[in-house]
């Protein structure tokens, strides 16, 4: 007997062993699942949904709505995302996928959303969309409903060990003899970073570099100033590279490659051995990651369906 039904907490390990069985490249710890699903704040009763056969829970979906407004995007009442869904692959194709988005879907329209997307939630995607070499079934599943393919991003990986960073210190001399210099966050540039996040920088990136800051030392966080101006900054988590930005006046005067390189040489000497960069365009992996010695490891499919 199937049944579909919101998740309790009783769920928790064998929803985790689930979605490793149906996500084996992108598993959750308890903690991880935790903190990124239960306690996200536009996670209502009805988000995640699970799938029962023979009383044990065999699939899932995971579809969000806002339920408090992120920054100028505000509430977007006809937006929603399906951010994860899996089933155990011993109980495919038994409609049990169909079954689950038949009532996300359904939930979503009562509540007013007219659009659904696969998986670009702000702030906590998982990944940006269904992996196309990992899980090419997913996206055939989501064809035959209707959704439509909008973007392609890529994820890249650089092993930080045999970077070389030595091409970009002549650069970095050019760009300070013209008075832009290229140098880790101090405090004395706390504030004027804050300033540049304000006025700069999207308000994802701005909400991650204000949690990064109150948890991690501020030389994570590489500048770049004109004088007595922030005008551009990397940031690194761990191993995760980037976000990265320069203010619009400076762009294509070789800044962004120089703060690029002095954060992946930080990363190094802080031990790392590598970098990688989880959504980025074909364009901007040639152009930008490329010469950094960043490689493409995986591509996903974004995708959309009206309601």
């Known amino acids: ?12 390990a064998a929803l985790l062993a689930l979605w490793a069985a149906a996500l084996p490249l992108d ?12 306690l996200d704040p536009n996670v209502g009763p009805e988000s995640l949904l699970v799938a029962e056969s023979d009383g044990q829970p065999r699939g899932f979906v995971l579809a969000i709505r806002r339920r408090e407004p992120f920054g100028d995007l505000g509430l977007q009442p006809e937006q929603a995302w399906i951010t994860a869904f899996g089933v155990d692959p011993a109980h495919q194709r038994q409609g049990l996928g169909r079954a689950l988005f038949d009532a996300a879907e359904g939930q979503l329209a009562a509540a007013g959303v007219r659009r659904v997307a696969v ?11 269904v992996d196309e070499a990992a899980y090419p079934a997913a ?3 989501l064809a035959g409903r209707g959704y439509e393919v909008v973007q392609r991003p890529v994820a890249l990986d650089a092993n930080l060990v045999t970077f070389d960073y030595g091409p970009y210190l002549e650069r970095g001399a050019r760009l300070a003899a013209e008075g832009l210099f290229v140098e880790p966050l ?21 909400r991650d570099a204000r949690d990064l800051l109150a948890h991690a030392p501020l030389e994570t966080f590489t500048i770049a100033r004109d004088g007595a101006r922030v005008i551009g900054y990397c940031q690194h988590r761990g191993e ?3 976000p990265f930005g320069v203010s619009e006046g400076y762009r294509a005067r070789g800044v962004g490659k120089v703060l690029l390189a002095t954060c992946l040489r930080a990363m190094r000497t802080r031990g790392l051995h ?28 974004v995708l959309r369906r009206e309601l």
Not at 1 to 12: F, L, V
Not at 119 to 129: D, E, T
């Open 240 to 242: 995760h590279f980037g």
């Open 119 to 129: 998986a670009p939630y702000i702030p906590g995607y998982f990944v940006p969309g």
């Open 186 to 206: 101090a405090a004395d540039w706390l504030p004027a970073f804050l300033r540049f996040a304000e006025t700069d920088l999207p308000h994802d990136w701005l």
């Open 274 to 301: 590598n970098a990688w960069v989880l959504w980025t365009s074909d364009e901007t992996a040639e152009r930008v990651y490329g010469p950094l010695g960043f490689r493409e490891t995986r591509r996903f499919a």
């Open 27 to 38: 598993a959750l710890d308890t903690a991880a699942f935790r903190r990124r699903v239960l």
């Open 1 to 12: 007997m199937n049944s579909i039904r919101p998740y309790t907490g009783a769920d928790e």
């Open 139 to 141: 996206l055939a599943f």
